[in-house]
């Protein structure tokens, strides 16, 4: 009698982990709600190391009246391009034959889960690059000078009343709803909780739509669907630096989910603070390794032991000894578009979504899995005028 093992199913195991990778994969795309493909066919666009994008300028209106003894004067379209270049992108994770043989939870599924989520923070860290890193900003202040105790820095609903105007006066596409068209803000829950504790828009939510504010759903002011969540990028320590400075650095390397770090110095640092680890981003360079964490206990020397966004409570990246440490206020970009602020490209042959590779046995007795994604594509802001990046500081940092 013929048995029936794993390995002649590897198909059928296969298709359910590839629905668990393409779950995770979808299901926390952020900036790339801003983005629309340049072209309805990709097949051909995808092609060649760039893609450059045309675009007509429109025809000033005419006040010239019909002559009766001559022919009417023409206008010339005048052109421009703007150019979008594709790049590739690649993560894997190799494990082996024993660890499979050995542990008791599915593995093997949670891999797959754990490469579509990569793959999903990795490709939105480039549509999230290229939406915060416009020409087109508004802001109360510089961000190094952004001060949480200072009201006109936070975000409140004047800032969407600005950014309505702007939108409106560069004649920014909308994204169709059934209560007509409406535009996306998109920003981190600190920055929300200003906005949200705004009495105004408290005294509308609890006597018009008292279940809005219960769900902790906004909805939308002036003209713009609100999106809060806690993937909007954040610029950890940029901003002012707090009356109790905390200013030193990782002394040693760390792992992700760790639930301790040592510093060089404990100067200020206290149970209860926020920290910011990384590089400090001044300018339109994005260090998305950056994380926050809470100091769990007033450290006695050097070893903090902090609570973190990792899935143990723990950080959720590893960080090299001399890494920033600080305490300063944070900054919150919230960036104001529609579904066509930014342009995207992909290879339909490796797809919009990316393409696992494997499992695939390795080594010279398959003692190993693979498993890996591959992307083919680009995000860019091809016209200024479609992508409004607004800055501030939030009390949460007070």
């Not at 779950?23 to 790339?32: K, L, P, T």
């Not at 097949?43 to 007509?56: C, E, R």
């Not at 504790?197 to 739509?209: F, H, N, P, R, T």
Request: contains cysteine.
């Amino acid at each position: 009698m013929a048995i029936t093992g794993t390995s002649t199913l590897t198909n059928s195991i296969r298709a359910q982990y590839v629905s668990a990778y393409l779950e995770a994969a979808a299901a926390m795309r952020v900036y790339d709600q801003f983005a629309a493909p340049v072209a309805k066919d990709m097949a051909n666009i995808s092609k060649g190391s760039s893609i450059v994008v045309p675009f007509l300028s429109a025809l000033p209106p005419s006040t010239q009246v019909i002559p009766e003894t001559g022919d009417i004067l023409t206008t010339q379209f005048v052109d421009a391009t703007a150019t979008v270049t594709p790049t590739s992108r690649t993560n894997a994770i190799l494990f082996s034959e024993k660890l499979e043989d050995q542990v008791f939870t599915d593995f093997t599924q949670r891999a797959f889960s754990a490469i579509g989520q990569n793959m999903m923070w990795s490709i939105d860290l480039l549509a999230k690059t290229a939406a915060l890193t416009g020409t087109l900003t508004k802001s109360a202040n510089v961000r190094a000078s952004l001060d949480a105790g200072t009201p006109t820095h936070n975000i409140t609903k004047k800032a969407f009343a600005n950014a309505s105007v702007i939108l409106q006066a560069m004649k920014v596409p909308m994204f169709s709803t059934p209560t007509g068209g409406k535009w996306l803000s998109l920003m981190h829950p600190f920055a929300f909780s200003d906005l949200f504790s705004d009495a105004v828009i408290l005294a509308v939510g609890e006597y018009s739509q008292p279940n809005v504010i219960l769900n902790y759903e906004l909805g939308e002011l002036n003209g713009f669907k609100i999106v809060v969540t806690p993937w909007a990028k954040v610029f950890w320590n940029a901003g002012v630096v707090n009356a109790s400075s905390v200013a030193t650095t990782l002394n040693g390397d760390t792992n992700p989910m760790a639930t301790t770090i040592v510093v060089t110095a404990n100067t200020n640092i206290v149970a209860g603070m926020r920290l910011g680890i990384g590089t400090v981003e001044t300018a339109n360079t994005h260090y998305d390794n950056n994380e926050s964490c809470i100091v769990a206990a007033t450290p006695g020397g050097t070893t903090v032991t902090i609570i973190g966004e990792g899935d143990n409570g723990g950080l959720r990246f590893p960080h090299t000894s001399g890494d920033t440490v600080k305490n300063a206020d944070s900054v919150y970009p919230v960036a104001f578009g529609g579904p066509e602020s930014m342009a995207k490209v992909f290879d339909p042959a490796v797809g919009e979504y990316g393409e696992i590779i494997g499992p695939r046995p390795q080594g010279l007795a398959d003692q190993f899995t693979s498993l890996a994604w591959k992307w083919y594509g680009a995000y860019a802001i091809i016209a200024q005028n479609r992508i409004l990046r607004s800055e501030f500081s939030s009390l949460m940092d007070a």
